[in-house]
């Protein structure tokens, strides 16, 4: 029973993907809210709904993105945990793969808002690439920096611009 409970969870989040694709800018707020409830409820439990749920439930989030794009941003303080144990799971290499295009559709989606996350997702990607006999996941990493127009690219390019702190006002400026 708790095997069918799994699979129907996972066909769940497939098609609420599905619906969220295909409705694009026209999912409400309001239809977001429950979605994004429901998803993260379902990331709380982590791979305890085994790899396949979580990889369904990242590629939900990431329609959702898609499709609320800046206004996804009041989802990212309670989803960037999972987001972000999702990344350093390298152990599931799927889960770690669909993770790399959720901070994709994230970066592209939020643009300079998702900046407060980016130094960690890097850190992660970093330590993604780092993982040996992982050559998709490798892939999936290198491809993320290198999309052209991709937010990962993008973010990673105006973090560049930051100079560090002034010494004496300790003021970040822009270069």
């Not at 959702?64 to 309670?78: I, P």
């Not at 295009?101 to 300079?112: P, T």
């Amino acid at each position: 029973e708790a095997q069918a409970l799994l699979e129907q969870e996972g066909e769940i989040c497939s098609t609420l993907t599905a619906i969220t694709v295909k409705l694009e800018s026209a999912v409400t707020a309001d239809a977001a809210n429950a979605m994004m409830e429901c998803y993260l409820q379902v990331c709380e439990r982590g791979t305890a709904g085994g790899d396949v749920v979580l990889e369904e439930v990242l590629l939900a989030i990431s329609a959702l993105a898609n499709a609320r794009e800046a206004a996804f941003g009041v989802y990212m303080k309670a989803f960037a945990p999972h987001l972000f144990a999702s990344l350093a799971k390298t152990s599931a290499p799927m889960v770690c793969s669909v993770a790399v295009g959720v901070v994709c559709d994230c970066c592209r989606a939020l643009g300079e808002d998702y900046e407060p996350y980016m130094q960690t997702t890097i850190d992660l990607l970093i330590q993604a690439l780092q993982v040996r006999d992982r050559k998709a996941l490798t892939l999936a990493v290198l491809s993320a920096f290198w999309r052209p127009g991709d937010g990962v690219r993008r973010q990673v390019l105006s973090a560049r611009r930051v100079a560090h702190a002034d010494p004496q006002s300790g003021e970040r400026r822009r270069v």
